[in-house]
C-alpha cells in the first residue's frame, strides 16, 4: 500500500503510532459537550446559540470553530421558517393607553418593562392557547398561562403569576397588542389596581412587540414544530418543560453572567487580584 501510494514505511508507522496533539483533544472534549448540549436541547441549538451557552459555561472557543466542530460531526439546529405577514384589522384603544415603548425592548433594571402575547398550538384535541409575561431585562417568562380557549382569564392569569413573582411595589410598563382580552374593561381595571401601565402596539405593528413575537417564534421552531401533541394534557406538560426546564434557566445564568461582570467592573480590585 506504502509503494502505491508512493508514501515511504517509516513516515506511515510514525503517523500511525503518532500521539493525538494538544489540540485534537481539547477539540474531543469540546466536541463531547456540544453533544450533550445538543442532545438536551433536543437538537435545536445551532451553531450561534451553541456558542452562546458554551462561552456562559466559561469556554474560550470562536463561533467558528464550534461551527466547524458542528458541521463536521453533523450537528445542526431547527432552521427558521419566512412566512408572510397579514395586515391586522383596525381595533379600538382605551382611552389614555399609548405605545409607552415604542420599540425600546431595552431595560437596564428588571420590574420596569414587561412584554405580553397570546398565541396557539395545535394538538389532535383542538388549539391550546399560551399566553406569557416577559420581563424585558432578564428575558424570564415571570407568567404564563394556558387554556383550549383565549379569554381575558387566561390572560389575567399570566399577569397574577407575574405579579406574584415581583419584588417590589413601583410602576411596571406591560406592554401587548390591541387584542380584545388586553382592551377588555376586566384587564385594563386589574393593571390599574395592581400598579402596572398598560401599554399597546399600533395597528398592524408586529414589530411593536417584537420581544414577544421572538420569544414565540423561537418557541415554535424549537419546540411545538418538531411535536405532533395528541392531547391538551401533552402538550401543556411540553410547554412547561419548555419555558421552566429550558428557556428560564438559560436566561438565569445569562443574567448571573452579566451581573459578574458588573461586579468586576465595579471592583478593580478583583479584576488586579
Given at each position: 500500500m506504502c509503494r502505491c501510494l508512493r508514501v515511504s514505511a517509516s513516515g506511515y508507522y510514525d503517523w500511525s503510532g503518532r500521539q493525538p496533539s494538544a489540540r485534537q483533544i481539547d477539540n474531543d472534549r469540546l466536541l463531547a459537550r456540544i453533544r450533550e448540549l445538543h442532545e438536551d436541547s433536543r437538537g435545536m441549538l445551532g451553531a450561534p446559540r451553541m456558542h452562546e451557552d458554551l462561552v456562559e459555561e466559561g469556554e474560550t472557543a470562536s463561533l467558528n470553530r464550534v461551527a466547524r466542530l458542528m458541521a463536521r460531526h453533523g450537528l445542526q439546529g431547527w432552521p427558521r421558517k419566512k412566512r408572510r405577514g397579514q395586515r391586522a384589522q383596525p381595533s379600538l384603544t382605551p382611552p389614555g393607553v399609548r405605545n409607552?415603548?415604542?420599540?425600546?425592548?431595552?431595560?437596564?433594571?428588571?420590574?420596569?418593562?414587561?412584554?405580553?402575547?397570546?398565541?396557539?398550538?395545535?394538538?389532535?384535541?383542538?388549539?391550546?392557547?399560551?399566553?406569557?409575561?416577559?420581563?424585558?431585562?432578564?428575558?424570564?417568562?415571570?407568567?404564563?398561562?394556558?387554556?383550549?380557549?383565549?379569554?381575558?382569564?387566561?390572560?389575567?392569569?399570566?399577569?397574577?403569576?407575574?405579579?406574584?413573582?415581583?419584588?417590589?411595589?413601583?410602576?411596571?410598563?406591560?406592554?401587548?397588542?390591541?387584542?380584545?382580552?388586553?382592551?377588555?374593561?376586566?384587564?385594563?381595571?386589574?393593571?390599574?389596581?395592581?400598579?402596572?401601565?398598560?401599554?399597546?402596539?399600533?395597528?398592524?405593528?408586529?414589530?411593536?412587540?417584537?420581544?414577544?413575537?421572538?420569544?414565540?417564534?423561537?418557541?415554535?421552531?424549537?419546540?411545538?414544530?418538531?411535536?405532533?401533541?395528541?392531547?391538551?394534557?401533552?402538550?401543556?406538560?411540553?410547554?412547561?418543560?419548555?419555558?421552566?426546564?429550558?428557556?428560564?434557566?438559560?436566561m438565569r445564568r445569562r443574567v448571573a453572567k452579566q451581573d459578574q461582570k458588573f461586579s468586576a467592573l465595579s471592583n478593580p480590585s478583583e479584576i488586579t487580584g
Open positions: 409607552l415603548l415604542e420599540r425600546d425592548f431595552n431595560a437596564l433594571e428588571p420590574e420596569t418593562k414587561w412584554v405580553t402575547d397570546i398565541t396557539e398550538i395545535p394538538t389532535a384535541e383542538g388549539k391550546l392557547f399560551l399566553c406569557v409575561v416577559i420581563d424585558l431585562f432578564s428575558k424570564l417568562v415571570i407568567g404564563w398561562s394556558m387554556h383550549h380557549r383565549q379569554d381575558r382569564q387566561m390572560v389575567i392569569r399570566a399577569v397574577e403569576m407575574a405579579i406574584w413573582q415581583r419584588q417590589g411595589g413601583w410602576s411596571v410598563i406591560l406592554h401587548s397588542d390591541r387584542g380584545s382580552q388586553f382592551r377588555s374593561s376586566d384587564y385594563q381595571r386589574y393593571l390599574t389596581r395592581n400598579t402596572l401601565l398598560c401599554s399597546m402596539s399600533a395597528v398592524g405593528h408586529c414589530g411593536d412587540n417584537a420581544a414577544c413575537e421572538g420569544f414565540f417564534g423561537m418557541l415554535k421552531r424549537e419546540r411545538i414544530n418538531r411535536e405532533r401533541y395528541a392531547t391538551l394534557d401533552i402538550a401543556k406538560a411540553d410547554l412547561f418543560n419548555y419555558i421552566e426546564r429550558f428557556h428560564n434557566p438559560r
